[in-house]
């Protein structure tokens, strides 16, 4: 009985770990700029680059997003729009996938400024 347990939690353990999505979180390899965006009134933003990377393997990778939900989007966003609008190049930071398959973006930098 002990030798059964030890197999189904063996087996239930390396389920777990197996089919846990890898994440490749951090910078992206590119400075690049803002080719686009949308936004809805009641949830996420949704923008494209120049560059677009994937490195989570999203399902959906036409448009990159951030989380509406998030305590600093605001700022995130303010960042977005005013790279946008004077034409300076970002960098992003990945962070795994939405609920949706966008790739999730959780910090923009903005080249020079640091």
Not at 24 to 39: D, E, L, N, P, R
Not at 61 to 70: M, N, V
Request: with cysteine.
């Amino acid at each position: 009985m002990r030798k059964m347990l030890i197999v189904v939690l063996l087996a239930a353990v390396s389920f777990f770990v197996v089919s846990q999505p890898a994440f490749a979180s951090g910078w992206g390899s590119y400075t690049t700029t803002i080719t686009g965006f949308y936004v809805y009134s009641t949830t996420n933003a949704h923008f494209k680059v120049a560059n677009m990377e994937n490195p989570d393997s999203c399902s959906t990778s036409g448009y990159l997003t951030l989380d509406g939900s998030a305590a600093n989007f605001k700022e995130l966003y303010a960042t977005l729009m005013t790279a946008y609008t004077s034409g300076k190049t970002v960098k992003v930071y990945y962070g795994g996938c939405n609920a949706s398959g966008y790739p999730l973006i959780s910090a923009i930098a903005v080249p020079n400024i640091w």
